[in-house]
């Protein structure tokens, strides 16, 4: 089964890699660009076929390593 | 507008951060997982409001900055 986990930084949170992204495509032209946010894509591939305990195994796997639920938010998709 | 680009490596190329995540799930106790691919996820807030200019920006965005398409692969989702 694949999963597919994104990792954005809470609204509030500084994102300089965004910013960085943002000066660099105002610098080649690009100049309608009001916002840039950088998240983290993660895509699992998993064993079994029982989606609630995927999704089970995926919140713990967010909570434990994948994402900082300090300055981050998650979300899960199952493919 | 919003819009979401999501880079991931192609198929066949090395990822060691993805490599990295899958041993430390494993280590965690989390076994079940076969694969793990990490990849960028990067929002956009763009002015205006025709949306078949801004997918071409966006197209023009990744050839030029966010992507590196020899190795990766980029897909664009207005939102």
Do not use: W
Not at 41 to 58: T, V, Y
């Amino acid at each position: 089964m694949k999963a597919r986990v994104t990792v954005t930084l809470k609204n509030g949170v500084l994102d300089p890699q965004g910013k960085a992204i943002q000066h660099a495509l105002s610098s080649l032209g690009f100049d309608g660009v009001d916002d840039v946010r950088q998240g983290k894509l993660i895509e699992l591939e998993l064993q079994g076929r029982d989606r609630e305990q995927a999704k089970a195994d995926l919140v713990a796997m967010c909570e434990k390593l994948l994402a900082n639920t300090v300055i981050e938010n998650y979300s899960i998709e199952l493919v």
